[in-house]
C-alpha cells in the first residue's frame, strides 16, 4: 500500500519539482529568436554602435490566439548607472518576423532620449541586452514617445503571453 501511495505522489509532484507548466507541455509558450544571434550569445557589431546601430531581425512564435497587439522592450540591467532602455515599441501587429532595421508598431523614448532603437553600447565589460516580446489582449492606442515606464503600466493586465533572449555584447577596439 505505501509503494502505490509514494508512486502517486511522485506522479502528482513530480512535475511541479521539474518545473514543467502547462506551456511547456503543450509547448504553446511564446518565444524570441533572432537568425543574427543564438540566446545568450553575442550580438553580431552590425547591430551596435560600433557597427550600423540598425535593430536586428527578430522571430516570434506561439502568439497567444486571443492577443491583439505586441510590445517590445530592449533594456539593457548592467549599465553602471542602472537599467539602460535601448528601445520601446507597442502597438505591433501579430506579426511572427519582424525585419531586419524595420519599426513595426509605435516607437516610445529610449535612454538615448531618441524615439528609436539604439544598439549596444556598454562604456565597459560584456552586458547583456535583453529583448522582451509581450503579447496583448489589446492595441494599447498610446503616443509615441511614452517610456519604458509608462508602457509596461498600460500593459498590466493585459499581457497573454511573454518571452525574452538575451544577447550579449562587448565594445571592441
Known amino acids: 500500500m505505501t509503494g502505490r501511495i509514494i508512486l502517486i505522489l511522485l506522479l502528482v509532484f513530480m512535475p ?5 507548466t502547462n506551456a511547456e507541455e503543450g509547448g504553446v509558450g511564446m518565444k524570441i529568436s533572432s537568425p543574427e544571434f543564438g540566446h545568450n550569445g553575442f550580438i553580431p557589431k552590425k547591430f551596435t554602435c ?3 546601430d540598425i535593430s536586428p531581425a ?3 512564435e506561439n502568439i497567444p490566439k486571443e492577443a491583439k497587439s505586441l510590445a517590445l522592450i530592449v533594456d539593457d540591467p548592467d549599465a ?3 537599467m539602460w532602455v535601448h528601445w520601446v ?9 519582424i525585419e531586419e532595421n524595420t519599426i513595426s508598431g509605435k516607437q516610445g ?9 539604439g544598439g549596444p553600447c556598454p562604456p565597459s565589460g560584456t552586458h547583456r541586452y535583453f529583448f522582451k516580446i509581450y503579447a496583448l489582449g489589446k492595441k494599447l492606442n498610446l ?8 508602457l509596461e503600466k498600460a500593459m498590466e ?17
Open 109 to 117: 523614448r529610449n535612454d538615448f532620449g531618441r524615439n528609436d532603437y
Open 89 to 97: 515599441v507597442f502597438d505591433i501587429p501579430l506579426i511572427n518576423r
Open 80 to 82: 553602471p548607472m542602472g
Open 16 to 20: 511541479v519539482t521539474l518545473g514543467i
Open 157 to 173: 493586465g493585459r499581457i497573454l503571453g511573454q518571452a525574452e533572449l538575451i544577447g550579449l555584447y562587448k565594445k571592441t577596439k
Open 50 to 52: 560600433q557597427g550600423e
Open 58 to 60: 527578430l522571430i516570434i
Open 143 to 150: 503616443t509615441e514617445g511614452i517610456t519604458k515606464k509608462e
